[in-house]
């Protein structure tokens, strides 16, 4: 008898990625001559073990069709024939493909959110309130229903933990590039699936994002779920230097790496796509006109998708003058100096150092839209500390900013109205948030003393070092949530350093100062939260690595107004620097900003909150995103 030896060094390690093909935009490129050859994708998703579903670390797909009473079979993308042919072909008639499409844009865009993070994206909590006490419980995957309605719509909502897709009989508009009548699937357009996955993740991050206390919370909630959507795009690389062929090398020109969900808008009954970062379609005209940046425009908005779209038009402007700006050079040597292309056909090798430049400006852009959201305050989030919040985050990374992106977002913002109220001026150095050092009415040597002696009692450093050894994102939740309550018991015990923390975040911790309207424990403490606790270390582009922590504090004041008593949130964000054991920022929505409280409270009252939620809610429901576009 002759025994097999089995040698285990020739088991192959696992592989980096899960390469599964799927539509670049949605289904109706492939309809099309123009765009036929580029219309499907691979998309290169992290490998991960998979149970049928797919469900994985991250997400579950479950697919029932309630309006048809009917359940799919769950794919098994780990099946022999499957793997060995990069997944399922893409088909719109396929249900086990729908279920790998939206595995596929769900899992990439949550990786291109932990890249940009460098660290684990989690999701929302699930928040159960009984009497005075909040149980917070740790949600492991987002569950997301590729045929969950039978209509024009899709929506995260964050008390079922879901992403829900909706699909749709086409219009009947003849001259529309869809089949009249013809099924669309909301669950096969990227665009759609990455600006729900965006939501879910944002939500994750800022709970409080989803409560408009003033025109911009939800806005921006919108905008910023379609700039990850739109700049997306440049990760396809044919479908890149597809367009950049086609507008020859020009992308302020309509191209479909600007626009969101093109199959949706035709089949809604719209010539164009349903978002347009640089133009639209003008039914008057019939042609698709430049948009010219109107810095009145936001004032008169106030519409959540179209006040958002204006958010949304700066930051791909920001990228266009980047893209410019890179690419000045290599125009001249294709063009001998004059930097005029002559017209015909770019040549390809040009077309590919285009797109290869396109595609780093994109990524980069990207990387400061979701690292800014470490530098956001925590509730009532406004476009104009958006831009405050892009400018500090990107200066601690890149302090020279040699290729001028943070000169872009300024401009770009500007030329569309945005920009934060109380700076002097729209340099880079005062739209900075300013940090305690250079606050005059802080001790600056007492002030550092302090904040040191009560990192050294949380144990902050060893306490952050756990988190990074963490095995499990349940480990890193639990973590977190024992730091933050670690770090909530040394403010409240730590009187004295709790008073430096107060100037400084504007809000009541220390019990001798706590103002009427913050309710009070019965140990004389203020009722504060620790709500947030999070990491990051980064390299900076001079090689230094960056080592921070971000806390957010949370606390509800009620302030009278004409009469009647009004709870409003508060909150400070601080960013600290473990290696100096300071505190470099402390973002805040404080106490004292009274201005700031009667304006929630007048945006409440006004009815004004009630049709920013109307025109976002879905029926009667407490779903504020189930509004995918206007009807
Ligand atoms: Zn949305």
């Known amino acids: 008898m002759s025994t097999v030896l089995r040698n285990p060094a020739s088991i192959p390690p696992k592989p980096p990625h899960r390469l599964l093909r799927g539509y670049a935009f949605d289904p109706s490129l492939a309809s099309r001559l123009d765009t036929m050859a580029v219309s499907e994708i691979l998309y290169k998703v992290p490998w991960e073990d998979l149970r049928d579903g797919p469900r994985g670390e991250y997400v579950e797909v479950v697919d029932v069709d309630p309006p048809s009473d009917r359940f799919y079979a769950p794919v098994d993308l780990d099946a022999p024939e499957v793997l060995a042919q990069n997944g399922l072909a893409p088909s719109d008639g396929n249900p086990q493909f729908h279920q790998q499409m939206v595995y596929a844009v769900a899992m990439t865009t949550i990786d291109r959110f932990e890249r940009a993070l460098g660290r684990k994206a989690f999701w929302a909590d699930r928040i159960v309130t009984r009497g005075r006490r909040v149980e917070y419980t740790y949600i492991p995957r987002l569950r997301i229903y590729p045929h969950a309605l039978r209509e024009a719509n899709a929506y995260y909502s964050r008390d079922k933990a879901a992403l829900l897709f909706g699909y749709f009989p086409a219009g009947t508009d003849a001259r529309s590039s869809e089949l009249p009548g013809g099924v669309v699937f909301t669950c096969l357009s990227h665009d759609v699936v990455a600006h729900e996955t965006t939501h879910a993740l944002l939500d994750g991050f800022h709970e409080h994002f989803m409560e408009p206390t003033n025109p911009d919370v ?105 893209y410019g700006s890179r690419t000045r050079d290599l125009l001249r040597l294709a063009t001998g100096g004059s930097g005029v292309l002559r017209p015909g056909e770019l040549h390809p090798d040009l077309v590919k150092r285009l797109a290869d430049e396109a595609a780093k400006s994109a990524g980069h852009i990207l990387n400061m839209c979701i690292r800014a959201l470490d530098y956001c305050p925590p509730v009532d989030i406004t476009f104009g500390e958006y831009l405050r919040a892009l400018i500090t985050a990107d200066k601690d ?167 009647e008593l009004h709870e409003v949130r508060c909150g400070s964000s601080i960013v600290m620097d473990l290696d100096d054991m300071s505190i470099t920022y402390a973002i805040r929505k404080g106490l004292n900003d009274h201005p700031r409280l009667m304006r929630s409270i007048e945006y409440a009252e006004s009815g004004q909150m009630a049709a920013a939620l109307g025109s976002t809610y879905f029926g009667a429901g407490r779903e504020p995103f189930a509004a995918l576009h206007r009807t």
Not at 231 to 259: C, M, V, W, Y
Not at 280 to 302: F, G, I, M, S
Not at 517 to 537: K, L, M, T, Y
């Open 218 to 322: 939800l806005a921006f909630h919108e905008a910023f779920a379609d700039i990850v959507a739109l700049f997306q795009h440049f990760t396809f690389p044919e479908q890149l230097r597809h367009q950049i062929a086609k507008t020859r090398g020009d992308l302020s020109n309509e191209n479909l790496l600007a626009q969101l969900a093109t199959q949706f808008g035709h089949a809604s009954g719209s010539r164009g796509a349903l978002r347009d970062a640089i133009g639209r379609y003008d039914d008057t005209l019939q042609k698709w006109v430049k948009h010219v940046p109107d810095p009145d425009e936001l004032a008169r908005t106030a519409e959540v998708h179209d006040r958002g779209a204006i958010l949304v038009a700066a930051v791909f402007d920001a990228f266009l003058s980047i």
């Open 397 to 563: 990374l890149m302090p020279e900013d040699a290729l001028g992106y943070r000169t872009a977002f300024i401009e770009a913002f500007r030329r569309r109205g945005i920009y934060p109220d109380n700076v002097r001026t729209l340099s880079e150095d005062s739209l900075r948030w300013s940090g305690p050092d250079e606050d005059p009415t802080l001790d600056p040597g007492k002030m550092r003393g302090l904040i040191s002696e009560f990192v050294r009692i949380v144990g902050l450093r060893a306490q952050v070092d756990t988190l990074r050894y963490a095995k499990s994102r349940e480990e890193i939740w639990t973590k977190s949530a024992e730091i933050r309550k670690k770090i909530h018991g040394t403010i409240a015990s730590e009187i004295r350093k709790a008073e430096v923390l107060q100037r400084m975040t504007g809000l009541a911790l220390a019990e001798y100062q706590a103002p009427p309207g913050v309710r009070v424990r019965r140990d004389g403490v203020p009722s504060f939260q620790i709500h947030g606790f999070r990491e990051a270390r980064r390299l900076r582009e001079d090689g230094r690595i960056l080592n921070q922590v971000f806390i957010t504090i949370l606390q509800k004041v009620t302030v009278e107004h004409d009469g």
